[in-house]
């Protein structure tokens, strides 16, 4: 039996004492005990405490402790855990998931088709031949954002019941995120008490604040790796422009989220989260128990999965190859969050949404689904903006040049004008080499579009982002020789290194005085002008 | 530099994924005309005109990438890929000049132009300039603040190892071009989009 600590503290003992406790009385809620001071040479031992002890978390685990499995289907994978589960804790005995990628089949045909269907039986089967083996009665299954939005749910939940003897309940998006909080928080030893929860899910995103442990605010906006993954990111390894345009979508997406105050500390689950925690202990060789994960591993990560192919992603690093596809998406999605809420670092988690369930479970018995913990009222619930519609390929392949040029012009110059206070502030040489990137990338449109667009203000307009260009492309040229330099700084002997560094002090001085140019050019640039230059060159 | 070529026949009235092809077409075309330098490690310029044009080849993959069919993706990932290892050995070749000029300067105080252009381009139309940039110039060429003997021998130490580090970014490029074309680079993209092969 186990007794806190602190009760037993502030007991003055003689050194030839020994303590002896009598437990009295055993109650569901409590234990009264006394404590006796036996001496070595008296006869009679002397009470120094009494007292009842509320040990409800103690006794409950040992009383209460069930086997039970968890099964969440998510948009992305469909997962298993199986754990003996007291309201406090949980000794897992088994976990297991499977990429089934239902989202995939929802955001193409609005229902899951045969084939995943079949996946998700399959799979469902074998998660409950595993819980029999375990002599499991107890099998809570949930599904997310993918059945949430699947036109037949309520016929494949249906068919999973009468074949499988499995009853799933469809989570609403906010009950999906409170049971996540309690998931990916329950052992968190070294979290603060506001320590805030992000789940990055495959067809949807959690973020829950929290104030001294309590639920504040959440919201589950309906974006997820595997969404992002469909919608933008759908080339293997994805190309630098889907990364762009996900990055813009992000940022411009999250920034009109209103969370009523930013967290200290950010605990961050799902299995995308993991597997790039995974790669960057690998890449960056840290410590297997360090869970933390910062903006520099999450950079690193990013740059490798921009580069490599999903097969040699699960190949190198261990992760399953489906997983691979979704992580350049997971891993943008966890970016724009840590910029949003100015974080330089997270805590992954290894728990979430079904260790959620579980300890629900084991909390509040049969009605955990209604629990205020497990469904918070209204008033804490945060609205999740809208997604706009995205237009489709079909309609895509039916805009003529000219109206296609009223859609990319303007979008690739707004990208382009973007840049301009960022690379003013100087204080991040990547901002130049992202305004050189739209400067050329606008200018490769304008190159393609010419002939649809008018000459004179065509003409006007084509100078100034040449010149834009330029003066951009000649600082990053000085920035790429710079840190070219400085890497090899490393493996260069002593008396090599007066010769680099006079080279690396001129250089330094030139790229003070190509920034002053560009800041010139910049500050006296006239946007609106460029707009409407713009504008015109494109016409009615 | 290597101009981007106008694109003529192309109908703004017709749908974006008929034009889209016309201009690929002329883009590919525009690139495979720098190839037969392919084989001159010291064609710096023309080596750098083929980087400039795969990029603006690949540029306009991706602005046009919901016209275009999806399995064009993987090949502007290629000529990312080409664009890196082009980008890299041209940022060789600028530091080599400069290196080389730097070292040079000292005895002889005005520059040989031949140094700082590279040969002049066989290919089509293009400008001789330096492919060193005014300021980086000035920057390294002020004689009053030239290198002691010290920093002199750091130099050309340097100098030494970025000839090497050059050589194997040259091997590199080369090996990949011709990968791409054992792969029919060009045959591939073509049959893609539905368009025939066209020349200068």
């Not at chain 1, 989202?103 to 045909?109: L, R």
């Not at chain 1, 037949?152 to 999973?160: P, S």
């Not at chain 1, 260790?355 to 469904?375: D, F, K």
Request: glycine share 4%; aromatic share 6%; proline share 4%.
């Amino acid at each position: 039996m186990m007794m806190y600590e602190h009760e037993l503290s502030g007991v003055p003992l003689n050194s030839c004492s020994y303590i002896i406790i009598i437990l009295c009385t055993l109650s569901q809620s409590g234990i009264l005990f006394y404590m006796f001071e036996q001496h070595v040479s008296r006869n009679e031992p002397s009470i120094v405490s009494f007292g009842l002890h509320y040990m409800e978390e103690t006794m409950e685990h040992q009383l209460q402790m069930i086997k039970c499995a968890a099964i969440d289907i998510g948009s992305n994978s469909v997962e298993l855990v199986i754990a003996n589960c007291a309201p406090d804790s949980l000794e897992l005995i088994k976990d297991d998931q499977t990429m089934v990628r239902l989202g995939e089949n929802v955001k193409v045909i609005g229902e899951i088709g045969q084939e995943k269907r079949e996946a998700l039986l399959t799979t469902l089967r074998k998660y409950r031949g595993e819980a029999e083996h375990e002599q499991i009665n107890v099998v809570l299954a949930v599904a997310t954002e993918a059945l949430r939005k699947a036109q037949n749910r309520q016929q494949i939940v249906d068919e999973i019941e009468r074949t499988t003897g499995i009853q799933v309940h469809i989570l609403s998006g906010i009950v999906e995120a409170a049971l996540t909080y309690h998931g990916a928080t329950y052992d968190g030893t070294e979290l603060c008490a506001d320590a805030a929860v992000l789940d990055v899910g495959g067809g949807s995103t959690e973020l829950i604040i929290v104030q001294q442990r309590h639920i504040a605010w959440l919201s589950s906006l309906p974006i997820g790796s595997g969404w992002l993954h469909d919608q933008i990111l759908n080339s293997d390894p994805p190309v630098e422009d889907d990364i762009q345009e996900a990055q813009d979508f992000l940022s411009q997406y999250v920034r009109q989220l209103y969370i009523p105050s930013l967290p200290q500390q950010l605990v961050v689950t799902g299995s995308s989260a993991r597997a790039l925690l995974k790669i960057a202990r690998q890449m960056l060789k840290k410590d297997e128990q360090d869970a933390h994960f910062t903006r520099k591993d999450l950079a690193v990560c990013l740059s490798m999965l921009e580069k490599v192919r999903s097969e040699e992603v699960a190949q190198r690093y261990g992760v399953g190859q489906e997983r691979a596809k979704v992580l350049p998406s997971g891993a943008l999605l966890l970016q724009a969050m840590m910029e949003y809420l100015h974080l330089d670092e997270v805590i992954i988690s290894r728990y979430g949404l079904r260790e959620g369930v579980l300890l629900a479970y084991a909390r509040y018995g049969e009605q955990w689904l209604e629990h205020p913990e497990v469904r918070p009222d209204d008033s804490r619930v945060g609205v999740a903006p809208p997604v706009p519609e995205r237009v489709s390929r079909n309609e895509k392949q039916r805009e003529t040049f000219k109206q296609s040029v009223r859609n990319e012009l303007p979008k690739r110059g707004k990208k382009f004008l973007n840049w301009i206070d960022d690379v003013l502030q100087n204080d991040d040489i990547e901002s130049v080499h992202k305004m050189r990137v739209a400067s050329r990338r606008l200018r490769a449109t304008m190159d393609a579009y010419e002939s649809a667009c008018k000459a004179k203000p065509f003409r006007k307009t084509y100078q100034q982002v040449k010149q834009a260009a330029n003066l951009l492309g000649a600082a990053r040229d000085t920035d790429v020789m710079v840190q070219h330099i400085q890497e090899q700084m490393e493996q260069i002997v002593e008396e090599e290194k007066a010769g680099i560094q006079w080279l690396l002090d001129h250089l330094a001085s030139c790229r003070k005085q190509q920034q002053q140019e560009l800041e010139t050019f910049l500050v006296d640039f006239d946007e609106q002008r460029f707009q409407q230059q713009l504008a015109s060159s494109i016409g009615k | 530099m290597a101009k981007a070529r106008s694109v003529t026949n192309l109908d703004v009235q017709a749908p974006t994924a008929q034009n889209a092809a016309k201009i690929v077409q002329v883009r590919l075309a525009e690139m495979y005309e720098w190839s037969n330098h392919i084989d001159s490690p010291y064609a710096v310029r023309e080596l750098h005109n083929l980087r400039i044009t795969a990029k603006r080849l690949r540029y306009t993959l991706e602005i046009f990438a919901d016209f275009l069919p999806a399995d064009c993706k993987p090949l502007g990932k290629e000529l990312e890929q080409l664009q890196n290892e082009l980008g890299a050995l041209h940022d060789s070749d600028v530091l080599i000049a400069l290196l080389r000029l730097c070292l040079g300067s000292q005895d002889n105080p005005i520059p040989d132009p031949a140094m700082i252009t590279g040969q002049k381009g066989k290919g089509p139309k293009t400008k001789v300039r330096s492919f060193i940039r005014p300021e980086l110039l000035s920057a390294v060429l002020d004689p009053s603040v030239a290198p002691t003997a010290q920093e002199r021998y750091g130099l050309e130490q340097f100098l030494r190892k970025q000839e090497q580090v050059r050589q194997e970014q040259y091997q590199a490029f080369r090996q990949h071009w011709y990968q791409l074309q054992e792969q029919e680079f060009r045959r591939h993209l073509l049959n893609l989009i539905g368009q025939e092969l066209v020349t200068a």
